[in-house]
């Protein structure tokens, strides 16, 4: 009986780690060929087999002329600027929303909650329009603050944060005030310290969303030296007389995926590391 349940449980563990294989193999396949494919030379035709790929030699020519062609630096950094200063807007600021319907009871609290509950149900494009709008009034048309602002806060983010904060032990703010701590540094000393799992997992979230979106640079950055990663490489098979080779454009792509994937790992450690601290404190 023992055997028997040990060989089923084998089985079951073997199965899963195939399973868990295959997931991980096609999930890294795209990356792959955008990594070799970008390597390879524009004279020949794009080959799949790793012979050939090393038999015709690799060359960084692919990237030289993705920056003839576009303002690949100038897109790259306008990019990381508008997703790093964006997602940490939201992070602070759905943070403090969080905190303030998790912790404070005031008027209408309930009702509030519900109806920011309630534009999570809206689509984004239905809203594109008066937000443009507000950025030409603004004068925000072709600069990152259309980027940013306009999600500084967002629903989910709240809520998500909301729902953390709700379980941090109300006795240690009130401890807190005792002690003549007041609101705002009662958030950014006791609470903001004791989520940063929270804030880790939501910042990247953010970062990747806002890293890959495309519509509302594509809408709102108008001039090439302005525009986003994601809208100038979608420009990049149109952008060289109709005939962008496609080693070209994936060097285009690989510039904007490496880095984000590099950041995405950075964050994951530090939200694991974080994760672990706090199940080891008690």
């Known amino acids: 009986m023992n055997i028997g349940h040990m060989a089923r449980r084998i089985t079951r563990n073997v199965g899963i780690n195939v399973l868990m294989g295959c997931a991980v193999f096609v999930s890294i396949l795209p990356l792959f060929w955008i990594f070799f494919t970008s390597f390879q030379s524009t004279e020949g035709g794009v080959s799949f087999i790793i012979k050939d790929i090393l038999g015709k030699g690799l060359t960084m020519a692919n990237f030289q002329r993705v920056m003839e062609i576009i303002p690949m630096t100038r897109n790259f950094f306008n990019t990381l600027i508008s997703s790093l200063a964006g997602s940490l807007a939201t992070v602070f600021f759905c943070a403090l929303a969080g905190f303030a319907f998790a912790k404070y009871k005031f008027p209408g609290k309930d009702g509030l909650f519900l109806l920011l509950l309630l534009t999570m149900v809206i689509p984004t494009e239905v809203c594109i329009v008066p937000l443009f709008i507000i950025m030409r009034r603004l004068g925000w048309v072709n600069s990152l603050l259309s980027l940013i602002v306009p999600r500084a806060a967002t629903a989910v983010g709240i809520f998500y944060l909301r729902q953390y904060i ?24 006791i609470v903001l310290p004791g989520i940063v799992p929270a804030l880790a997992s939501w910042g990247t979230i953010s970062l990747i969303a806002r890293w890959n979106d495309f519509m509302l640079p594509m809408i709102f950055l108008r001039v090439p030296e302005m525009q986003t990663l994601m809208v100038a490489i979608s420009l990049l098979p149109v952008s060289d007389g ?22 995405f790992l950075g964050l994951q450690k530090f939200d694991i590391a974080d994760l672990m601290a706090g199940s080891t404190k008690g």
């Open 166 to 189: 709700t379980q941090f032990p109300t006795e240690i703010l009130e401890q807190g005030r005792l002690d003549g701590c007041r609101e705002f540094p009662l958030f950014f000393k």
């Open 242 to 263: 109709l005939s962008t080779p496609w080693p070209v454009v994936m060097a285009g792509v690989a510039i904007a995926t490496f880095p984000l994937i590099l950041i």
